[in-house]
Each structure stands twice: as C-alpha cells, then as structure tokens.
C-alpha cells in the first residue's frame, strides 16, 4: 500500500474564505502550507518569484 501525501499552498490564510479553508482542510492528512498578506505581498511579483525560489522548492508535492 502507498501513500501519497498531499501538500496544499493556501494564500490568504488569514482572510474569511481562507480560514475556512485551512479549517476544513486541518480535518484531512494534507499538509498544508499558509501564507497571508502580511508574509507575502502577492501584488509584487518580484517579491512573489524570490519567496518561491526560497521557500517552496523545498515544498514540492510528492516529495521532500
């Protein structure tokens, strides 16, 4: 049997619809990822490409 763990990136982790969604998904086996406005500022995407390459490589679905 194999398992495949699910990684999940949610922006706007802090907003309504956000934290309903990372309330929902706590309840599941997804790992899951949150960022809001004030760890990353989405409208500068020089901001967003650098976060990327610093952070998210290492949070690559299906690996570690």
Do not use: C, R, W
Not at 31 to 56: A, P, R, S
Request: glycine share 6%; no cysteine; proline share 2%.
């Amino acid at each position: 049997l194999i398992f495949i763990m699910m990684k999940i990136l949610i922006t706007g982790a802090s907003g309504f619809i956000g934290k309903s969604i990372v309330e929902l998904l706590d309840k599941t086996k997804y790992e899951i990822l949150t960022l809001d406005h004030k760890q990353l500022d989405l409208t500068n995407m020089d901001k967003v490409k650098d976060y990327f390459d610093e952070n998210i490589l290492s949070f690559q679905p299906n690996g570690d």
